[in-house]
């Protein structure tokens, strides 16, 4: 199901950007989104990988992702192609206490993706989607060093609650993380829903 969409002009001087709810693969779906993820991977911008696994590997994660029932995957698309991803995590069932939150998680986008929009395309399309299952809340963690994303989400209104110093481990070195929240209803009452965000 596609979320959002921006077509190209008549004149075709720009490329349709889309964000899409995965719910099966169809086509090269699966092989483009781990060429994208792959890609991000390389470019430092991975969801965790530091390297890249095997492609088996890979495509077992992400038919993996589509069968929990607690996540939904949405994907970002350049003139149909998969460029990037995000997903949505709600608490499990038995997690009554935090039924009302969730966790925007495992966004990436590939470099040749970049600079279309489909960042911001991809974090509103987890927000409807947030706001449809009934969460209130939305939280997420972002190493410091991902500026453009750190700019993405402040830009949308989600706040600044925490940084971990030994969050992640790279090159031999420790790279803070930092913690975000967005909280949906504040935001929609001041009139900044996901339309206007």
Not at 6 to 30: H, I, K, Q, R
Not at 96 to 115: C, D
Not at 171 to 182: A, C, N, P, S
Request: glycine share 10%; hydrophobic share 40%; proline share 4%.
């Amino acid at each position: 199901m596609t979320i959002s969409t921006d077509t190209t002009d008549s004149t075709g001087g720009s490329p349709a950007a889309a964000v899409d709810n995965m719910t099966e693969f169809a086509g090269t779906d699966l092989h483009d989104l781990c060429d994208a993820a792959e890609a991000a991977i390389t470019a430092g911008g991975g969801f965790g990988w530091l390297t890249v696994p095997p492609r088996q590997v890979m495509e077992a994660y992400w038919k993996g992702v589509l069968l929990v029932p607690e996540r939904e995957l949405f994907v970002a698309r350049l003139d149909r192609t998969i460029g990037g991803s995000a997903q949505l995590q709600r608490a499990p069932r038995n997690n009554e206490a935090q039924a009302l939150s969730g966790n925007l998680t495992t966004s990436f986008m590939a470099p040749w993706a970049r600079g279309h929009g489909l960042a911001r395309m991809l974090v509103l399309a987890v927000e409807v989607a947030a706001r449809a299952a009934g969460l209130r809340v939305l939280n997420l963690d972002v190493r410091e060093s991902q500026d453009a994303a750190i700019k993405l989400y402040e830009s949308l209104g989600y706040q600044l609650w925490g940084r971990h110093p030994h969050y992640a481990h790279i090159d031999e070195h420790w790279v803070t993380g930092l913690y975000y929240f967005k909280d949906l209803r504040a935001h929609d009452a001041a009139g900044a829903g996901p339309e206007s965000g």
